[in-house]
């Protein structure tokens, strides 16, 4: 009886740790794209190595292409967290940072995509 209350009380914690987890998630999906808190585009970069954990935009780059920033906690696929040169903590979709642009004016603005060949819209496949 012991081992079944401590396996209901582990089950219990890990189930509580996914959903706070799912509920910290700073991004959500809107017209076939992932988008930030404030509806703006969320893109990625070719030049990220996918599972690297690390961002190759960095300095004018980072400025023109801000890190979407990393919930506090621990994450479940897809979402991973990559830590950046200056220690700053960004928040990574199937191993890839994810920026938005400094050029998208308002929610729904896609004007990164495409730029330089490089970065591209993250897209969500309908339900």
């Known amino acids: 009886m012991m081992l ?3 396996s209901t009380a582990i089950s219990a914690l890990l189930f509580s740790s996914t959903i706070l987890a799912s ?3 700073p991004l959500k999906a809107s017209n076939g794209m992932l988008v930030d808190p404030a509806g703006m585009t969320v893109y990625t970069y070719d ?3 996918a599972g690297s954990g690390k961002s190759s935009c ?3 780059c980072a400025r023109n292409w801000p890190p979407v920033t990393a919930p506090a906690g621990t994450l479940a ?3 991973s967290i990559v830590t950046r040169e200056d220690g700053s903590k ?3 979709h199937r191993g ?3 920026y938005t642009f400094i050029k998208d004016k308002k929610a729904g603005d896609k004007t990164g995509d495409g730029v330089g060949g490089a970065w591209h ?3 969500v496949p309908a339900r």
């Open 4 to 6: 079944l209350r401590v």
């Open 23 to 25: 509920d910290a998630m």
């Open 47 to 49: 030049k990220d190595e």
């Open 58 to 60: 960095v300095a004018t």
């Open 77 to 79: 696929e897809p979402w």
């Open 90 to 92: 960004q928040l990574a």
């Open 96 to 98: 890839k940072p994810l």
């Open 121 to 123: 819209v993250v897209e």
